[in-house]
């Protein structure tokens, strides 16, 4: 629908008003008793949620079919598990729509909006309240209370749908408002490795106990767990989480595509938490298999073709690369003799021809002998 400008102008202007959610919460407070067990924020979201509803619909010009309003989904699961009874929701809506309206008219006003284009706008706003309370009560209906593994696996789609981004506008406030995200703050997702079922109920078990309180998303797929958490967390014994980029919801499929990465490079000795910050260029080992198998060749084969040489050369100059270089540390990581690890050192530059004080040696060896711990995991 073509609006005209004047009609776009006090649109923008209503997208963005400061002057709707706040009346929104003291009305709503002073109006209905059976709102005392929701919650400021939860009834400022709701507002939110339907402002940008009904500057959408006043757009169109056409008010949504019954089944594509979810906001009146989200809030009737919302206000129920609250204990708000379905007609104090539907008392709730109203207000908000109302408080909608006052603000429309104010803006319309000052903007000097002729008053047939402000009659034509406030009977979609009104068609808008009638289908919304029509959709509350048939999710109402269909509902009831939701069940825990139906209102489970909501969550559990709503974040996959989040992690797989990207997401357009209203699918991403609809999946944020499924999963209590807030557009501003900044969520760290993760993934863990694999691990039998009884393993990844325990560790589910213990992310959620840490977090208590706190939006804390833990979904199990297969055998492996992903999530979103408050922060960077501390490490759990024996577990391997890796974590992507702290970052808001609209961007957390970029940070969980980086967690993907990082358990991709993990060993399989390794626990504790794992990220881009820790790992450094080992996030690129695993994606250039071309490049490790001919450095593995190139570092690693040699090693092999003499007899019985290769294990303990091999953990010389793993050793050696662990500890910066440090002969007197790594010798003493390893429990040998210094002369002993010189001698094993010496050995693998003879057999590959290849200098241990050569950048390039270094790095090169570093990512050989990475690829083969990767490849083990």
């Not at 997208?15 to 919460?25: I, M, R, W």
């Not at 999946?175 to 993760?190: N, R």
């Not at 969980?256 to 450094?280: H, I, Q």
């Amino acid at each position: 629908m073509t609006l005209p400008r004047a009609t776009s102008t006090l649109l923008r202007a209503l997208e963005v008003d400061e002057h709707v959610v706040g009346p929104t919460v003291r009305r709503v407070r002073e109006e209905i008793a059976a709102y005392a067990a929701v919650s400021d924020a939860a009834i400022a979201a709701s507002a939110e949620r339907n402002l940008r509803r009904a500057v959408r619909t006043l757009r169109n010009g056409t008010v949504p079919e019954m089944a594509d309003i979810w906001e009146a989904d989200t809030s009737i699961k919302e206000r129920l598990r609250a204990g708000v009874p379905i007609e104090d929701v539907m008392a709730g809506f109203r207000v908000s729509i109302s408080c909608i309206q006052d603000r429309l008219m104010e803006l319309a006003a000052e903007l000097q909006i002729e008053g047939s284009e402000v009659v034509r706008l406030t009977r979609v706003l009104w068609k808008l309240g009638d289908v919304f309370s029509a959709q509350a009560a048939s999710s109402y209906r269909q509902y009831g209370v939701a069940s825990d593994l139906a209102e489970q696996r909501l969550r559990d789609e709503a974040l996959l749908s989040l992690l797989d981004g990207p997401m357009a506008a209203e699918a991403l406030d609809r999946g944020m408002a499924v999963l209590g995200l807030d557009p501003e703050e900044s969520y760290v997702p993760f993934i863990t490795r694999r691990t039998d079922a009884a393993g990844s109920t325990t560790l589910q078990r213990v992310i959620a106990e840490r977090y208590r309180g706190e939006v804390c998303i833990v979904v199990p797929t297969g055998q492996q767990l992903f999530g979103l958490l408050p922060r960077v967390p501390d490490a759990i014994d024996d577990v391997v989480l890796a974590i992507g980029p702290a970052t808001t919801p609209a961007h957390l499929h970029h940070a969980f595509a980086v967690a993907r990465r990082v358990l991709d490079a993990t060993a399989p000795t390794e626990v504790g938490v794992a990220s881009l910050d820790k790992l450094g260029w080992r996030l690129g080992v695993p994606i250039d298999s071309e490049l490790a198998a001919f450095l593995r060749r190139r570092y690693l084969d040699p090693l092999h073709s003499t007899r019985g040489a290769a294990a303990p050369v091999i953990a010389a100059v793993q050793a050696f690369l662990e500890h910066n270089r440090s002969i007197p540390r790594a010798a003493d990581a390893m429990h040998v003799h210094v002369n002993t690890l010189r001698y094993r050192l010496a050995r693998f530059e003879e057999l590959t021809g290849r200098s241990l004080s050569d950048t390039d040696t270094v790095i090169e060896l570093s990512w050989a002998l990475r690829s083969v711990d990767i490849a083990t995991s």
